[in-house]
């Protein structure tokens, strides 16, 4: 008989299950809604940005609200009406008929040579035009024209009334000549602007909406709970920009559709190709604010960063005037930025109507940023 308080437990045979060796306690992978981490991931960042109504006014009604005021501030408009003085004397009246002419596009008024280079002083004219005494006409110089030469509204007035003050001392022109004024769609400043505004969304939306929230949520600690998970850094980083693209279709789509509607925005080229360029855009501007986000971990340095990144191509991208207004010396590096050949490849298809393989150059510039940044990013990234 074996003795319970001494003797040690006896073991069950080997072949028993319970004399098995635990396995490796592997808990299961569960997925919310049971897709895919990449799907979910995806799924969660579009869930998380339309609870921010803010976030809503950003990505659509802000780029609306720049179209309208830009095009409302530089629409076609008629002759510029520049204003004119003219010094009171025997001959003012005859000069201001003679100046009062639609075709002149001059408002004047009759004032006293002191109140007259008082508003001219103060900006409240354009021009002030004085009879010269006898005795300084017989020097040379019957009109006396008061104007500021930095100013190129006041230079305007000045050849303006010129033109019209010789025409009535009987000057005959030599040549009949005929204007042709401009006024199609496709030549006005709007149509310059809209794929530029267009492309700068992108930037935006890419470098802000990607970039940020990535710091973002390293701030919240909720990448090292990914680190935890089977989430490759590959599928985490896709999903991300995946998310973003999401928001790019309607966005672009809405922006057209109200160029259209309110300015009558055309398309000269194909819009499968505006469509291609949009995509390859928002991918590499996604990469890019991927690759900032890669290592920073404040809201400070993040926001730093994309300001500093931001503003060169804000300002010598061509986006709201030529970039070839900048020294020569410059533009082969204002081309190389990222957001150059993009607004180049929009207008060229847009408004020249060329086709994607015209705009070789600039495909090859977006693509390069696109695979290199997204290669640097998933290779230099952090969870933490």
């Known amino acids: 008989m074996r003795d319970t308080a001494t003797d040690p437990p006896e073991l069950p045979p080997p072949t028993s299950p319970a004399a098995r060796p ?48 830009l095009g409302i501030a530089f629409r076609q408009q008629p002759l510029q009406q520049l204003r004119v003085d003219i010094a009171s004397g025997p001959r003012a009246a005859a000069d201001a008929e003679a100046l009062s002419m639609k075709t002149a596009g001059l408002r004047v008024g ?90 700068l969304s992108l930037l935006g939306g890419g470098l802000w909406g990607v970039g940020f929230a990535v710091v973002e949520m390293r701030i919240r600690k909720l990448l090292k709970r990914f680190l935890a998970t089977p989430l490759r850094r590959w599928q985490f980083l896709l999903a991300v920009m995946a998310g973003r693209m999401l928001f790019v279709i309607p966005e672009m789509i809405l922006l057209l559709a109200f160029a259209r509607w309110m300015f009558d925005v055309r398309i000269f080229g194909s819009p499968w190709a ?60 204002l081309r190389f930025l990222p957001l150059t050949p993009l607004v180049d490849a929009l207008r060229g298809v847009m408004l020249e109507g060329r086709s994607l ?9 977006i693509s390069a940023w696109a695979i290199l940044s997204f290669a640097i990013a998933l290779r230099v990234f952090r969870w933490q």
């Open 274 to 333: 505006v469509a291609l360029l949009l995509a390859l855009g928002a991918t590499a501007f996604a990469g890019i604010g991927l690759l900032v986000a890669a290592r920073a971990k404040t809201l400070e340095a993040i926001s730093g960063a994309l300001n500093l990144i931001m503003l060169p191509m804000w300002l010598g991208s061509g986006v709201f005037f030529s970039r070839e207004r900048y020294p020569e010396w410059m533009q082969p590096c």
């Open 110 to 199: 009759v004032v006293s040579a002191a109140d007259a280079r008082e508003r001219l002083r103060t900006g409240r004219c354009d021009l002030v035009v004085e009879r010269a005494a006898e005795a300084d006409a017989a020097d040379g110089g019957d009109v006396i024209f008061r104007f500021d030469s930095s100013r190129p509204e006041s230079v305007l007035a000045r050849d303006r009334a010129n033109d019209s003050l010789e025409r009535a001392a009987g000057r005959r022109d030599l040549l009949t000549v005929r204007d042709a004024i401009l006024d199609a769609p496709g030549g006005r400043y709007i149509d310059f602007l809209v794929p530029g505004l267009m492309a």
């Open 22 to 69: 635990p396995a490796e306690f592997r808990p299961p992978v569960v997925t919310v809604g049971g897709g895919a981490p990449f799907v979910e991931l995806v799924r969660s960042r579009l869930l998380e940005f339309f609870r921010e109504p803010e976030a809503l006014f950003w990505v659509y009604g802000f780029p609306l609200l720049m179209i309208l005021s």
């Open 357 to 365: 393989a015209a705009c070789g150059e600039e495909v090859a510039i």
